[in-house]
């Protein structure tokens, strides 16, 4: 019997384009069964113990794939998984191609329609039992054919708790302010619109955690400024 070689298979991932390179992954185009493909690959660590890296990136990759597939049970657009290959540390999915919410709102004009769908996409993934843990605008794409797709589920788990979905919330909002300042309150706003217009009543509690943990932040930050020195 022929075993699976994933060394092989990395190599060969290895050979096309790259055209991203994450913290912990990367990312690259070509065609997969005739589909066009993103190859999203976590690169072995040569300073890591080979055994536990293997099982990192592998726990990660499935993690990621599962919440991915939910995801889109859930009604939410996420980029369709082709194959995963957890011993690789490889997932293969739909490529979605268009640029990321962060650089559309980076041009000026009326961004509330996707704002507001971007809020609704994360109150669909929270109504699927899931939190992103990462939701910048970063991790949004706007496809060429206008829809929008939230993307990146390295981060996902499967909770329903107020605390984690209204950290989500949160992250959403500190991305906005630190990337797109003139507009961020506004651009909240209609992101809150879209979110409570498809989580309905529960939304209220998690939009008041979301702003706890945002007093929380500064009161962190008065601290700093009191004792004069950066913790
Ligand atoms: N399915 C996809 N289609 C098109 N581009 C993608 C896709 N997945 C990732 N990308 C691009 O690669 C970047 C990094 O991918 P991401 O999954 O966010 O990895 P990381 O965990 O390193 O942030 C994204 O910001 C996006 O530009
Ligand atoms: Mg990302």
Same mark, same amino acid.
């Given at each position: 019997m022929v075993s699976f070689d994933a060394e092989r298979l990395i190599e060969w991932v290895r050979s096309l384009e790259l055209v991203k390179r994450g913290a912990e992954s990367e990312i690259r185009v070509g065609s997969f069964m005739g589909l066009e493909a993103v190859f999203k690959l976590r690169v072995p660590k040569p300073y890591m113990d080979p055994e536990l890296d293997l099982e990192l990136r592998s726990f990660r990759t499935r993690r990621e794939a599962k919440a991915m597939a939910a995801a889109i049970s859930g009604g939410v657009r996420a980029p369709r998984v082709y194959a995963v290959f957890p011993s690789a540390g490889l997932i293969v999915m739909e490529r979605i191609k268009g640029p990321l919410l962060k650089e559309r709102l980076q #041009? &000026? $004009?009326?961004h509330g329609h996707l704002l507001h769908e971007a809020g609704g996409m994360l109150a669909r993934l929270h109504r699927a039992g899931? #939190? &992103? $843990?990462d939701p910048t605008t970063s991790n949004y794409i706007v496809a060429e054919t206008g829809m929008l797709y939230l993307i990146d589920y390295g981060l996902s788990s499967f909770s329903t708790s107020i605390e984690d979905r209204a950290v989500d919330i949160h992250l959403f909002r500190r991305a906005l302010e630190s990337t797109h300042a003139t507009i961020a309150q506004e651009a909240f706003t209609n992101f809150m619109e879209g979110y409570k217009r498809v989580m309905g009543e529960e939304a209220g509690k998690v939009e008041e955690r979301a702003e706890e943990i945002r007093l929380r932040g500064r009161y962190v930050e008065k601290r700093r400024t009191i004792w004069g020195r950066t913790l």
């Open positions: #041009v &000026h $004009g009326d899931l #939190v &992103h $843990g």
